[in-house]
């Protein structure tokens, strides 16, 4: 897909390290079409998800006031954020954690550190499969 077909998307970033935040947006800085809300909470998350009505979530596991799981949770409870496609992205990387996060609805799940190419092929993925609101 090229940057072209991109315009108009938003993506979510819940992640509690600016540096981690700073190279997300660094990264997609190659999808120019692409604004990048950020929260560092799950309440903030699941606030900003209710809020803004992203595209997509990239989420982290471990957060400050609880798991990115329970934020999942939430938003998968939620009937204004039910359908909205959440990627962990997370430091946790056995098999086990991995497909924990999956069975519990996790899109994909995303290692740190993060694989640059398998990152912009996931966003790619999800961001082609998104009907346009």
Known sequence: MNSTEKSGYTLLHVEDSP??????????????????????TVAEGVQQAKKHHPDMVLMDVHLPD???????????????TANIPVVALSSMTTQL???????????????????????LET???????????
Request: glycine share 10%; aromatic share 6%; hydrophobic share 35%.
């Open 66 to 80: 609880g798991s990115g799981m329970d934020a999942l949770k939430q938003m998968q409870a939620s009937e204004e």
């Open 97 to 119: 954690q991995i497909g924990e996060g999956l069975k519990e609805g996790f899109k994909y799940y995303i290692t740190k550190p993060i694989d640059v190419p398998e990152f």
């Open 123 to 133: 966003i790619d993925r999800i961001l082609d499969g998104v009907v346009k609101r």
């Open 19 to 40: 540096e981690l935040q700073e190279l997300v947006r660094h990264i997609l800085t190659s999808r120019p079409g692409i604004k990048i809300i950020s929260a560092e």
